[in-house]
Structures are given as C-alpha cells and as structure tokens.
C-alpha cells in the first residue's frame, strides 16, 4: 500500500509539474499518471488497482464535502428557479441527444438509454476545480452553476434506479420509482431538519473545546457518518457527503474548517482522476476515434446549447447562462458510475464503457479553452443579435442587478427562519440538557487523565 501511494505521488507530482509548465490543466496531467501506472499502456499495472480505486472513491467524497462548505442551503433555495428548470432542460435535452447517438450506433433500446444517462450528467468535480483555477469562484453564475450540479446529482440517484428498472424487467416500474423519489424527499426534509438546527448549535456551544485537530476529526467523523447514512438509505455516498458539508456550512466554522480539509481534499482528488486514467487503454483510443470525437462533440454542442438555454429560462442574465454552460462541457463521475452499473447488470455493450472513458478526457481537457470562450461568444452574440434579442439580454440584466441591490439592503435586524428556528431548538430544555451532559463528561474525562 505505501508502495502504491508512493508511486501514484511521484507520478502525479512529475507529469503535472509538466503540465503546468506547459500550461495545460492539471486535472489533465493527474488522468495522464494515471495512463502510465495503469495496466494498458506496459502491458501491467504499476499499482494496486483496488486501493487506488477506494481511495479515488473517497476523493470524489471529500471533493463533495469541501464544494458543500462552501455553499449555502439558502443559496440553492434562492436558486431554485434556475437550478430546477435549467437541471432538468439540460437532463432532458442531453437525453435526447444521448439516445439519438445510440439508435444511430445499432444499440438495442437499454444500451441507447444507458448511454443517454452517461451524457446528461456534467461532473461537479471537473466544473468546480476547473472554475477555481480558471479564477471564476468569486462570480456570480456559479451559484446557480452549483445548484444546477446539485440537482443533478439528485436526479442522477433517480435515474439509476429508473435504469436499472429498465434493464432488469425491460419495462417501466412506475411505483418503484415514485417510492424512491418519495424516500428521497423525506429523507432530505429529516437531513434538513436535524443537521440544519441542530449540529450548527451544538457546535456553537462547544466552540471552545474544539481546537484544530478536534475540529477536523470532528467534521470528518460527521461526514462519513452522513455517506453512511446516506448508502443505507439507497442514495448516492456522494449526495451524502456534499448534505453535511452544507449543514456545516451554517456553522461558524465553515470557514476553517474548510481550509483544514483543503490538503486532504487536495491529495485524494488527484488520486480519484489517476484512477479514472488507468481506466483508458490507448488502444481503444486508436480504434475508436471516430466514436470518441463524435460523442465529444454531442457533448459540448448539446452542453452548451441545452445550458445556456436552461439558465436564460430559470432567470440568469445571458452572459452568466453562457459561462454556466461553457463550464458544463464535460461527463466525469456519474458518467462512471452509470456505465459500472450497466456493466454489472450485464446489459451495457463492452465498447460504450472506452469510449465514455476517452470522450470524459477529451472535454474535461478542453473545459478550461471552452471557458474562456464564453466571454468573447457572449460579446459577439450581442453584438450580432436582433435589436429585440439585445433589448430582452438587457432587460434580463437590469431585474437581476435589481434583485441582487434588494437583497443585499440590511434586514432591519430580523433573523432568517433557519436562525430563528436554531435559536428555539438551542432554548429547549433537552438540547442544553444533553449539551451540558456532554460537556460535564468532557470535563471530567479530561481531569481523570493523568498529567505527563
């Protein structure tokens, strides 16, 4: 095992130091170490190729955790609008597309819908880190951006189940699927519930006791309490770790806890796209070219297309719905694991899963090139537009600019019914109760300890 990390870590380090140098993006250079210590390129694998896997899975956990931290539940909530309808018309539109290429490829209807799952799905790990190295995070389309990705994941939970529905019985189970969207919304209300108003109070209160180290065991603990909680509840670990890293969001240490979490988050991310790149067999690459650029292509165009209407419909100016959608071009984690799942039921055809894997390379490399774009795109489709077309992207601008003035004016003093609900549950008679227990043992633990 040391012997693994040893490897993966040189690797890594040399090829993105090279990439760096070369200005090319770093996620990029992670997934080419991956194609050096992976099986295919010398005929053997450098490393072991389950423990590079676990702790790929749990990179994408802490990558989650880390873009929960920094969100907030009342920002998805004022997103809602956009996060919803532009979700849904980028799910829905990619899902056409995605079924078009697979009857157009001969796939059978199970193949053509498994691959349209893969396609509609951008990864919130790509978007994110491709946004803060490209210096956007401060802007303003990524909170929409977010929930856009948060919705996603949600819809994604839905979509494996309808799937494998599909490729089990090769028919519809409506009831199955009404359960689990109905499973999922009362366990996201009781989530709401019991980590928005409780774990920020109780937190506040034990403020003092929780230094660095105590801290981040602390939040660790939580989130992996919250992954578990999540599995056995039939959802994604992933959906589970990013809930916590917002509860924790609400608390007063967000902030530091965030920054304590940064190396971890750091080291484990680049070993989940090493484990993505040691899944890519050149071979394939060379043999299904073809395939690869055309569903990269579909990608990017449907992406964009998709995107940038999705977020004008939800209430985004243009210029913020275009760099929403030039920073979604791209399939990452989900693509993965919809692609595992039809593999493991049997039904998914032994060449979608390469070329999925190829075509993933292909956007995430060009992400940060088709972001950059979006700011020039956005100039000349103003420039070029219908006087009507410019009067409506003007019109758009002026009512968010107006909104975003009304909601930063003070609130007179008034609390949010999440503080004022914290407030009444940190007031109740149980909560101090269990809360001063605590701290009583905690005390004494500490004078029982014998002094060294």
Known sequence: MVQDLYILMITAAVVSIVFK?????????????????????????????????????????????????????????????????????????????????????????????????ML??????????????AGLSKERFVKGATSILIVEDVVAVVLMVLLSSIAIRHQFEGAELASKVLNLAITLAAWFVCGILI??????????????????????????GMVLTAEEAGFSSALGAFVMGSILAETMESHRIEKLMTPLKNV????????????????????????????????????ILFGTLGCWWGGQTMRDSMLTSFSFVQIGEFSFIIASLGTSLG??????????????????????????????????????????????????????????????????????LADRARHTVRKTFITKHLVNLFIKNMSAHDEEQPVS
Not at 120 to 131: D, E, F, G
Not at 202 to 219: G, Y
Not at 277 to 288: D, F, H, K, T, W
């Open 347 to 416: 039904v998914l055809n032994p060449i979608i899963y390469p070329i999925i894997v190829a075509s993933s390379v292909v956007t995430t490399f060009l992400t940060p090139y088709i972001m950059k774009a979006a700011g020039p795109c956005y100039t000349f489709l103003y420039n070029h537009a219908p006087a009507s077309l410019r009067a409506k992207i003007d019109q758009r601008e002026q009512q968010v600019a107006a909104a975003e003035a009304k909601a930063a004016k003070p609130s007179g003093g008034k609390n949010s």
């Open 120 to 133: 509609c799905m951008s990864s919130t790990t790509i978007v994110m880190k491709a946004i803060d190295e």
């Open 268 to 303: 484990f991310a680049a070993i989940f796209f090493i484990s993505v790149g040691m899944l890519i067999n050149p071979a394939s690459l060379a043999e299904y070219w073809i395939s690869i650029v055309y569903v990269s292509l579909v990608i990017v165009v449907g992406m």
């Open 199 to 224: 774990i920020p109070t109780l937190i506040r209160i034990l403020k003092k006791h929780l230094n660095d180290e105590t801290l981040i065991i602390l939040a660790l603990g939580l989130c992996l």
């Open 21 to 117: 140098l070369l200005k090319q993006p770093v996620v990029l250079g992670y997934i080419v170490a991956g194609v050096l210590v992976g099986p295919h390129l010398f005929g053997e694998t450098l490393v072991n190729e389950a423990n590079v896997k676990a702790w790929g899975d749990i990179g994408v956990l802490f990558v989650l955790f880390c873009i929960g931290l920094e969100f907030r539940l009342k920002n998805l909530i004022s997103s809602g609008k956009v996060a919803a309808i532009g979700a849904l018309t980028i799910i829905g539109g990619m899902m056409l597309f995605g079924y078009a290429v697979g009857k157009d490829a001969d796939f059978d209807m199970v193949n053509s819908l498994f691959l349209a799952g």
